[in-house]
């Protein structure tokens, strides 16, 4: 039996979490190169969940050097990026590419990838059946609603099996796009923070990493299937206002990011649940659109 995320959150709230934010800071638009632990600048990350052991270390070096960071935690995948384009937070990281690029594009938003992070690998979990070759034919199976999260789930699907996809199949493709579905599963569109809590209410659910290990589950342990590690359109990436994105102060948080240091907590902390990934911006951005 799999164990079951959904963080305590009221209706569009953000909850703060504040590093060290000092009364006499820079903006990050005053601040240049000319920070110091004496003159330090503030900057603002947006995240989703609870879990933030890198984000918290970084935060920590990052304030020898003068940057006081401020995390700010959303409830959703939508906030984030509103914030980042109204100028709310500075930085955002919490999407994958592929979602980030079609989301700002559906929102006419200028922001940037300005960093890779790590690969999250989604995972197709069950309370009923260990393994998918058990899950029976007209199983019910839960995916995400939006539209590139959707895309990878279908894509989850078809490596493990169960569904065939369309040759033309691509990030931003939907049920639409499903050549053979040969057990005749029922796929429900779903808002992909309730997927957790309704797993038991179904045969199935793909879920989102980050939301799994907010439930208490393990990509690595309780998912039945476990995506590919490979998939470049799946990188995590930190984002930025189109114009800040040679910003000194936030390339410096993403080489803090891309650091062994971070890279080793990473593998110690999440243990498979992350991998990180620190790839150039510019083989981010070549995947299939």
């Not at 053979?180 to 793909?206: C, G, H, S, Y």
Request: hydrophobic residues 40%.
């Amino acid at each position: 039996m799999k164990k079951f995320h959904q963080a305590l959150l009221f209706a569009g709230a953000v909850a703060f979490t504040l590093t060290a934010c000092g009364n006499d800071t820079n903006s990050l638009a005053d601040a240049g190169e000319s920070y110091s632990p004496e003159n330090p600048v503030h900057v603002k990350v947006g995240i989703t969940g609870t879990d933030s052991p890198e984000w918290d270390h970084i935060s920590e070096v990052a304030a020898e050097e003068g940057i006081e960071l401020e995390i700010v935690r959303f409830s959703d995948y939508t906030q984030p990026n509103q914030a980042l384009a109204d100028g709310s937070i500075d930085i955002n990281a919490f999407q994958t590419v592929s979602f980030f690029d079609n989301f700002k594009e559906e929102h006419n938003l200028d922001l940037t990838a300005i960093g890779s992070t790590v690969l999250a690998p989604m995972g197709l979990y069950s309370d009923k059946y260990e393994s998918v070759e058990d899950i029976p034919d007209g199983a019910d199976i839960t995916i995400d609603k939006e539209v590139t999260n959707q895309a990878r789930n279908l894509m989850l699907l078809a490596e493990a099996g169960l569904i065939e996809l369309e040759d033309d199949f691509g990030v931003t493709s939907g049920l639409n796009e499903i050549k053979a579905n040969p057990k005749n599963l029922n796929l429900t569109e779903i808002a992909p923070a309730t997927a957790p809590r309704i797993m038991q209410d179904v045969d199935a659910a793909v879920i989102n990493n980050g939301f799994a290990v907010d439930a208490g589950l393990s990509p690595t342990d309780d998912a039945i299937y476990r995506e590919d590690e490979t998939a470049t359109p799946y990188i995590n990436i930190i984002a930025a206002q189109t114009e800040d994105q040679d910003n000194p102060v936030l390339l410096r948080l993403v080489e803090l990011y891309q650091s062994e240091e971070i890279e080793q907590l990473i593998i110690e902390e999440h243990k498979g649940a992350r991998i990180p990934t620190f790839i150039s911006l510019e083989e981010l951005n070549s995947y299939p659109k």
